[in-house]
């Protein structure tokens, strides 16, 4: 039976699971993916594929080729081998999946800094721009009257992950 390999295009049906058993991320139609954990749904072209792998949401098999690292680098090492109706389990530490969590990208603006029409709420999602145009993902934690406090982190940051991978096919 044919083994994965580098450069292989294959499918695979994941689902990535945080240590308290929470499902962030699934291609399986039946798993429940806590889209508000992983999107990035304030910024204009939807969720991040390479922060998030959500692809969308989107459910069904995701296909790619094998060492282009469209996951994280230990689920391409972890199928490298594996046979068409193989299955691993991937645990990947904090650090190395989308970091641990910084409490200096945390930061308190003045409401008078941002533009009149926005109108956080706690829990919001946004891509906040400077005059150069650069992005910053941030998520709203407090929004008092006369200022607002963004966190920059990844809503992943600080969090163990582990993937369940089930490889498809080899194609």
Do not use: W
């Not at 240590?19 to 139609?29: A, H, I, K, P, Y």
């Amino acid at each position: 039976m044919a083994q994965a390999e580098r450069g292989n295009t294959v499918t695979i049906n994941f689902t990535g699971t945080l240590d308290d058993g929470t499902v962030f991320d699934s291609t399986l139609e039946d798993a429940e993916c806590n889209e508000d954990e992983c999107c990035d749904e304030g910024c204009e072209d939807g969720c991040e594929d390479d922060e998030c792998g959500c692809g969308g949401h989107e459910s069904g098999p995701m296909t790619f080729i094998l060492g282009e690292e469209i996951l994280f680098p230990q689920i391409d090492a972890a199928i490298v081998g594996m046979a068409p109706g193989e299955k691993k389990t991937v645990k990947i530490a904090a650090a190395d999946a989308f970091g641990e969590y910084d409490k200096e990208k945390v930061f308190t603006v003045p409401r008078s800094e941002l533009p009149e029409d926005l109108i956080p709420e706690v829990g919001d999602e946004l891509c906040l721009s400077n005059d150069d145009d650069e992005e910053l993902e941030v998520t709203v934690l407090e929004a008092g009257e006369d200022q607002v406090t963004f966190d920059a982190n990844h809503p992943l940051a600080g969090e163990d992950v582990t993937f369940e991978i089930e490889l498809v096919s080899i194609g």
